[in-house]
């Protein structure tokens, strides 16, 4: 049995990452593949609920500080991740490590820095990052609402994730119709899919940012 695919979408606060999500999940149920969702940070746990708290603007914490607790929130996951995969069953990933150190990383941290905590998580088989304007997301509902939504810190996001941009990336302009961006998100996810089914060699990618400088 060929194990699971990690299939992540990655991009700017409004780019409508969620949304693809939960279309992407059901046209792959509907189709035969065992498939979950998993978005981060994963809220419900001790970690992911100091991360809330950071969020939602009812806790200060350092800078330094809530970039640890994000990666840790990615590890205490990455167990039951693995499993998952190793059984055959896709994950769609709603945010994953591009997301913690491009943000970081925007507010000031060192690149390097900020990618080390992560260094050895699985890595996503495909990631689709939704590429959004600044301008264009804060014409959308509910933008400003978290603390991160700031159009300054906003571009200097997108940059960072630009930079970030790896070897099994493909870059999807969120600027799209929910249905167009939906069609052609489905069309890299069951290529990918098929590759898998395929190699005759599959074990799981653990090198998180090993081929960036």
């Known amino acids: 049995m060929a194990r699971g695919r990690f299939i992540l979408l990655e991009g700017c606060d409004r780019a409508g990452k969620s949304t693809q999500c939960a279309m992407l999940v059901k046209a792959l149920q509907e189709r035969g593949h065992s498939v979950e969702l998993c978005k981060f940070p994963e809220r419900t746990t001790t970690i992911g609920q100091m991360i809330h708290a950071y969020l939602t603007n009812s806790k200060e914490l350092d800078d330094k500080a809530i970039h640890l607790l994000f990666s840790a929130n990615r590890w205490e996951a990455m167990q039951a991740m693995k499993r998952k995969l190793e059984q055959g069953t896709h994950l769609v990933v709603d945010r994953y490590a591009y997301s913690g150190v491009a943000f970081s990383t925007a507010k000031g941290l060192d690149l390097k820095w900020c990618m080390n905590p992560d260094k050895g998580l699985v890595r996503p088989d495909l990631t689709l990052f939704l590429d959004l304007p600044t301008a264009e997301a804060e014409r959308r509902g509910g ?42 998100i489905l069309n890299e ?18 090198d998180m940012f090993e081929d960036i400088c």
């Open 189 to 206: 996810a069951e290529q990918k899919i098929r590759e898998g089914e395929q190699a005759k060699e599959d074990a799981l990618l653990e």
């Open 143 to 184: 933008f400003g609402e978290e603390r991160y939504e700031k159009r300054e810190l906003q571009e200097k996001v997108r940059e960072v994730f630009l930079r970030l941009k790896a070897k099994e990336w493909v870059v999807v302009d969120a600027r799209k119709s929910i249905e167009a961006m939906h069609q052609e």
